[in-house]
């Protein structure tokens, strides 16, 4: 079935850029995403991207597709010590029934 | 606008007894998803609703597990009787509607179970 792949860990230092990789195996894929989750909290939505997109910028986000190599990143530039949270890849598609996989997650640390 | 409403928080009960979950998705919103997501991992759907039917519960358990969203609106999900292998954050989440296009989901707090 579809997976979603991210390293679990990063950490950087507050003023530093980060990037958040992820790969994912389906094909198909439609939309892909990028989530943030605080601790105690529910996720909310940072970002997405269209299949048929390589890159969208917001303000200090910025989000690379590779859909070759089904490679996704999240780059936040001016990390900031806000930013420390766990960042959640997922993708869909629209064949069989419209439906979200999300991968497991990396914890983001940004030093002071 | 409100968001998604969930209770309880927290809830720590044995194996073997039953427990109910309550879901409020922020109004309008037609599909409603129930999630379990296990510490370390990423959120695994349960169930997904649109308005009062179900579109997907292929990984539900369904000799322990029951959800139902009577009115399209509310959603309750139930264990019973839950596992230790249970324990987990189940989160519910809602989005406007399912029509192929991007897939905003909004989620709750979730509610942490903790099955001893």
């Known amino acids: 079935g579809e997976d979603v792949e991210q390293s679990l860990f990063l950490s950087v230092r507050e003023g530093d850029s980060s990037v958040i990789n992820c790969t994912y195996t389906?094909?198909?894929?439609?939309?892909l995403y990028w989530y943030k989750q605080e601790p105690g909290a529910g996720l909310q939505l940072l970002t997405y991207i269209f299949s048929n997109m390589d890159m969208k910028q917001d303000q200090r986000l910025t989000v690379l597709l590779n859909k070759k190599d089904k490679h996704l990143s999240l780059r936040i530039a001016d990390t900031q010590t806000g930013d420390s949270a766990i960042y959640f890849c997922?993708?869909?598609?629209?064949?069989?029934?419209?439906?979200?996989?999300f991968g497991a997650g990396t914890r983001l640390f940004v030093k002071a | 606008e409100a968001g998604v409403a969930q209770s309880p928080r927290y809830k720590i009960i044995e194996k073997r007894q039953s427990v109910a979950f309550w879901c409020n998705p922020i109004?309008?919103?037609?599909?409603l998803y129930w999630y379990q997501q296990i510490l370390g991992q990423g959120p695994k759907l349960l169930i997904q609703f649109q308005n009062n039917g179900v579109v997907d519960d292929s990984q539900l358990p369904k000799d322990r597990f029951s959800a139902e969203r009577l009115k399209g609106v509310d959603s309750t999900l139930k264990i019973q009787p839950a596992k230790l292998e249970d324990s987990a954050v189940y989160l519910c989440?809602?989005?406007?509607?399912?029509?192929?296009?991007?897939?905003?989901?909004?989620f709750g707090p979730g509610t942490r179970l903790t099955v001893l």
């Open positions: 989440a809602s989005s406007l509607e399912q029509a192929g296009g991007v897939d905003t989901q909004y």
């Open positions: 389906d094909s198909s894929s439609t939309y």
């Open positions: 109004s309008g919103h037609a599909t």
């Open positions: 997922a993708e869909s598609n629209d064949t069989g029934g419209f439906k979200t996989i």
